[in-house]
């Protein structure tokens, strides 16, 4: 009995249900801390691996990799000045992947035979050819039609083309996943059929093709260092080749740029997830 006549519920035996959780909960953080070192480790390796130590085991002499930090101290912020051009050129082309993905994936399940045999050839074409190719006509070929486009647009346009070719089949599969019972109650209360796409469908199928879109978004982050191919989108690859080849420092410089792509990838890897656990919690 504790001091105001109540009975103690501190020291009573916890229930199996109550048991098995906190097992369940003992072995997540486990598992957590674990990954957390061997994170570390790999990451005091790779520091170890680029820091031009000279060991010597037993009558054998082992360096390590020797890098040049006042290049990477002088030339760090000249890269890093292209992380802006990178993340917007991906923006823009996402952009259009999403609407392009999405009127493919409409087309490849329209009744019509012209729409649907437009969208698959265009998804066709596009899936058949590679992206560095299609940079290069859009930049290269184009002018001799007249059409004259700037590595930017080149680059985005590309881009678009490609990844929206690619994600139709998420946006096909999202406006698959709305049964048929809800498009024929919407038909039967007096909708139209483009009333129906529109309040009942789309809003759905966009819901279920947010998260897979945000990956594509996070893939096209780094194929965007194909733009720097038309050498006039001055983005974090064209920097970091420019000032490496520049200086004969290409090794410098091309890391300077690898951990700026790791680190985006991080920082929106951790973003898609917070938004796939968002939408899950909607589900339930």
């Known amino acids: ?15 199996q249900g109550e048991l098995i959780y906190d097992a369940q909960n003992r ?48 030339n760090l912020s000249f ?3 292209g992380i802006g051009v990178t993340i917007g050129i991906s923006l823009l082309s996402i952009l259009l992947a999403t609407v392009l993905a999405l009127l493919a994936a409409l087309g490849r399940l329209s009744k019509i035979p012209p729409v649907y045999a437009l969208s698959t050839f265009y998804v066709s074409l596009i899936r058949g050819t590679p992206l560095y190719l299609q940079i290069f006509f859009f930049f290269l070929a184009l002018p001799q039609l007249g059409i004259i486009l700037t590595g930017l647009y080149a680059g ?32 039967a209360i007096g909708m139209t059929p483009s009333q129906m796409m529109r309040r009942v469908v789309l809003p759905q199928a966009l819901r279920f093709a947010l998260p897979p ?24 690859m064209w920097r970091a080749t420019r000032v490496g ?21 991080l920082i929106f890897t951790s973003l898609q997830s917070r938004l796939e ?6 589900d339930r």
């Open 277 to 282: 656990a968002h939408m899950a919690r909607g």
């Open 79 to 81: 890269i890093a000045s």
């Open 245 to 265: 080849r520049a200086q004969f420092h290409n090794l410098e410089a091309l890391i300077i740029a690898a951990v700026f792509y790791w680190i985006m990838t």
């Open 27 to 74: 072995t997540k953080r486990m598992f957590t801390t674990n990954v957390a070192i061997s994170w570390i480790i790999l990451l005091l390796f790779l520091f170890f691996l680029f820091s031009g130590l000279t060991i010597t085991l037993g009558g054998y002499t082992f360096k390590t990799i020797h890098l040049d930090t006042v290049f990477i101290q002088e």
């Open 156 to 187: 985005v346009l590309a881009l678009g083309l490609n990844y929206g070719a690619y994600m139709s089949e998420i946006f096909r599969a999202g406006l698959s996943s709305v049964g048929k019972g809800q498009r024929e109650a919407a038909l």
């Open 213 to 236: 879109t945000g990956n594509e978004f996070i893939a096209m982050l780094k194929d965007s260092a194909l733009v720097s191919a038309t050498g006039f989108v001055h983005e974090l």
């Open 1 to 15: 009995m504790s001091l105001f006549g109540h009975k103690n519920n501190i020291d009573q035996p916890k229930t």
